[in-house]
DNA sequence: CGGAATCCTAACCGATACTG
DNA sequence: CAGTATCGGTTAGGATTCCG
């Protein structure tokens, strides 16, 4: 036991994101993030698609996420990659062709979460309107 | 139509927050962070409940959402506030009570967001130990 | 192709002090 | 009580270069 907020046993639900001590803050941190929500939506098949299209999971190269996320540095996207890699979110998978070629592809504990941030960002996309216009009248009034 | 993503009229749904260019990746970029998950989780009733406490929103004073979030700072509270009011996803009320009272409420904008970070942070927390395991296995193969 | 390594700047963010 | 203002350290993160 380590950092646990409280000793229930070691069946879960003793983690607490809202104690500063607690680990599940770093990691909501971590989750928390647009190109963690951009790397996994795109890998659970949201980008590019016509809105009809059912959005299945698929692996990606990294050339291809790189091209998806269009704003993305080579370096946060390696970066991001292998947070998520490291946190079991994502496996990596190299096919030595010369050159190589570099898939991702989500886990059983990545589809987990993506069925959470899908909804953010469908949620940001959604509610663009709404967010717009109050910001207008909140710097019109100040 | 500022920098929408395609031109498909005024009903919404034509943001991408793939495209580096569209309004909706910065609001992306706005959400995913820590401190505005936990405010929103916080101002939802979620902090401090019996694991089997319904958890209703409810309206917060400064004070106590200091108090929630322990390891927020004063700075990142009263920023991460003032963008959640301009956005319209919470209202701010001062009472001229002396010395001042001031409480912040979710909207309904703000309700509608409730109920995807909540299963964030619901997530982060269930998925620790899982997390937990795998950095573990991955730390120890390199 | 898919990175790693280096440099460098901008921003984030905490600590402190002050105000209505 | 609920902030604002300022300062300064830390870091995020872009640009560039090089490697297997």
Chains 1, 2 share one sequence.
Request: glycine share 6%; aromatic share 4%; hydrophobic share 45%.
């Amino acid at each position: 036991m380590t950092t646990r907020t409280e000793e229930t046993g070691p069946s879960g639900a003793a983690y607490n994101a809202f104690l500063a001590v607690c680990p599940s803050l770093m990691l909501l941190d971590r989750l928390a993030n647009k190109w963690v929500v951009l790397v996994l939506c795109a890998l659970g098949g949201d980008a590019e698609k016509a809105p009809d299209v059912p959005a299945a999971p698929t692996a990606l190269r990294y050339s291809e996420l790189a091209r998806l996320l269009s704003g993305v540095s080579q370096k946060m996207l390696t970066q991001t990659l292998r947070s998520l890699e490291r946190d079991g979110l994502l496996t990596r998978t190299v096919v030595p062709t010369v050159p190589v070629t570099v898939t991702y592809e989500l886990t059983d504990l990545g589809l987990s979460l993506l069925g959470v941030v899908r909804r953010l960002r469908e949620w940001a996309q959604s509610h663009m309107d709404d967010v717009l216009a109050h910001r207008e009248k909140y710097d019109a009034r100040a």
